[in-house]
């Protein structure tokens, strides 16, 4: 049976429907929504329209019965997404090596310098550097990254069209310009919320070999990476400090409790 294109993908993302739903569906299915609902043709004819202005801002648009969409997002069964957005190099989705790098946009300088040195080791040993372009530990993971000569994997919670934060503008026009990647699975003029950030948490953990958390206090959004990388079956480490304080309570906690290995400052 005919799959989906992008287009009627991101047409029932409109309507309401969600993502595990939707990779159910066959284009007859699709047509008899169509005949069933009249505001899914305008809902159609949106999609299409965004997605000429996202072509033209050289974003390619990837279901997820495609032979490009990356194997590992579809390991991740009802969390798979059914579309992603991606500009840039998109062959870093099946490059075999890549670690994600994670950490508190607050991080003290401890936390920033451990996710710079960690995104420079790691890229220089020939693995793609996956992070999420949020200020902190994000920013420092992918400049240590690009200081290596490494690629680098941004993936975001908004539509390509947005930089967020608005401070990173200059960092993603580097990692595009060092054939780095921008990904996302929120189409133009979505802006992130705290939701689409959890969300993306999950497809940093299940495009990667590997998650470390360079630094984060006990109440933070990277530990939902670091849960999704446990869920997933995917390496966990944590950095270790010479002392624990508030602003690394969460690493900590993890390295405590067994839920990742320690990791030593480089």
């Keep these: 049976m005919e799959q989906l294109n992008v287009d009627e993908i991101m047409a029932l993302q409109a309507f309401g429907m969600k993502d595990a739903e939707i990779r159910k569906l066959h284009l007859d299915d699709f047509d008899r929504m169509l005949e069933q609902n009249p505001d899914l043709e305008d809902m159609l ?7 000429d202005r996202q072509e033209e801002q050289g974003v390619v648009s990837i279901p997820w019965h495609a032979a490009a969409f990356p194997d590992r997002l579809k390991k991740i069964g009802g969390d798979c997404p059914a579309v992603i957005h991606c500009k840039g190099n ?7 090596n890549a670690v994600a790098v994670i950490g508190a946009r607050a ?12 995104g420079r080791k790691y890229a220089s040993e020939g693995n793609v550097i996956v992070s999420g372009l949020a200020l902190g530990c994000d920013t420092a993971a992918h400049k240590g990254c690009l200081d290596a000569g490494g690629e680098t994997i941004a993936i975001v919670g908004n539509g ?3 930089c967020h934060p608005k401070e990173n503008v200059r960092l993603m026009e580097q990692i595009l310009a060092s054939d780095g990647l921008m990904l996302s699975e929120q189409p133009f003029g979505v802006k992130a919320n705290p ?3 959890v969300a993306r948490n999950r497809l940093q953990a299940a495009l990667t070999n590997a998650v470390i958390l360079a630094q984060c206090p006990a109440q933070s959004g990277s530990l939902h990476t670091m849960r999704f990388a446990r869920e ?23 390295i ?3 839920l990742a290995e320690a990791l030593g400052i480089f």
Excluded at 90 to 96: A, C, E, H, K, S
Excluded at 110 to 117: L, T
């Design 45 to 51: 004819d949106r999609a299409n329209t965004l997605l």
């Design 256 to 258: 405590e409790e067994g």
């Design 107 to 118: 991080a003290d300088n401890e936390g920033n310098d451990a996710a710079y040195r960690i």
């Design 90 to 96: 998109v062959g870093l989705l099946t490059r075999p």
């Design 160 to 162: 390509l069209d947005i």
């Design 232 to 254: 997933y079956r995917k390496k966990s480490y944590a950095v270790r400090f010479p002392k624990w304080t508030v602003a690394n309570a969460g690493n900590r906690m993890l």
């Design 195 to 197: 939701r689409r950030l």
